[in-house]
């Protein structure tokens, strides 16, 4: 076994299964071979779009685990905790038949504090206009675990925001958008043209720093 551990810069549960494997002329097609197929262990759309996005083939399933029961108000810790506490469960409920992939986001604001999931509109327009014309690092955790392979990673992604203007705030409030994402911050849409300054890949504040990965999912 390896255990690589790189520590940078500081949903609810379900048993539906989404494939994505294809055939091979498809997988030939789509240069997919290059990686191993994995088991995607998060029902994230973003983290599955990412996926993809890299020529990545995998099916997408959700072990069940409660991130309620973390007690720590360190963001670092916080995504580190429930990233390993998905990949512990998904290797109980699923096994190690594929290579299992598990992660977490968390938001940290520019006091510390941490910006969770958002549970209803309410709360979603606090923890958004504590971004607005804020500095902001989304921190993501990953962990990937084959039969002879463990790797774990952290990485974050800084931004600094204009302020949201409030009539664009409230259209993306209306239209549910936010509704599972951390902070309820979406770089690659809503918040997308407020951006003033990043230092990371998107893709991290995506919830899934699949540059990272790659090396150590070559077929």
Known sequence: MVLYLNRCRVGSPTTKQTSHLVDKSTLHRRKFLKYKAICLCS????????????GINFIQKSPKYDEEQITTDIAKDFVYTASKGKLEAAIREFGLDLPLLCADTVIAAADGSILRKPKNLEDAKRILKIQSGSSISIISSLHYKSKNLAFSNISATHYHFADFEEEDL????????????????????????????????ESTAMGLQVEVLLPWIKS
Not at 46 to 52: F, I, M
Not at 173 to 188: H, I, N, R, T, Y
């Open 170 to 201: 409230q259209d993306y409030l209306d239209s549910g958008l936010w509704e599972g994402k951390a902070g309820g911050c979406m770089v690659e849409g809503f918040c997308k043209k407020y951006i003033l300054t990043v230092d990371g890949y």
């Open 43 to 54: 029902s994230s759309e973003s983290r599955a779009g990412l996926l993809n996005k890299f």
